[in-house]
């Protein structure tokens, strides 16, 4: 069975950052591909960042081009999303998901089979 299971969330200043990772277990990953979502009190949930197992390719939000960096520890099977320079509308809860669409980096959130449990980020202004 597939778990995911998301760790590193908690409450920050603006301005200030926070690391979240993301463990991987029950199945091979080489061939699937990671993704960060997160969703707002009353907004839905967005794409944040997203990495390619086999060859570490990337892709981010605008909203988070420069600031947000996603990595991964293929030995640990274990995904990280470094946030830098957090801003209030950072604030929200933090998914990690993986697909089966190896090679691409989808934008949508039903393309997404695997799912965490979610870790809530706050950032105070």
């Known amino acids: 069975q597939v778990q995911l299971v998301e760790s590193g969330g908690g409450l920050v200043q603006a301005g200030g950052s926070l690391r979240l990772s993301c463990a991987a277990s029950g199945r091979s990953f080489s061939s699937h591909t990671m993704a960060w979502f997160r969703q707002a009190p009353g907004k839905e949930r967005e794409f944040v960042a997203g990495?390619?197992?086999?060859?570490?390719?990337?892709d981010y939000a605008d909203s988070v081009k420069g600031r947000f960096t996603t990595f991964k520890d293929n030995a640990k099977a274990t995904v990280f999303l470094q946030m830098n320079s957090l801003k209030p509308e950072d604030t929200g809860v933090y998914y990690c998901?993986?697909?089966?669409?190896?090679?691409?980096?989808?934008?949508?959130?039903?393309?997404?089979?695997?799912w965490g449990q979610g870790t809530q980020v706050t950032v105070s202004s």
């Open positions: 998901a993986a697909t089966i669409r190896g090679g691409v980096i989808p934008l949508g959130q039903q393309l997404y089979a695997y």
């Open positions: 990495i390619t197992w086999s060859r570490g390719n990337t």
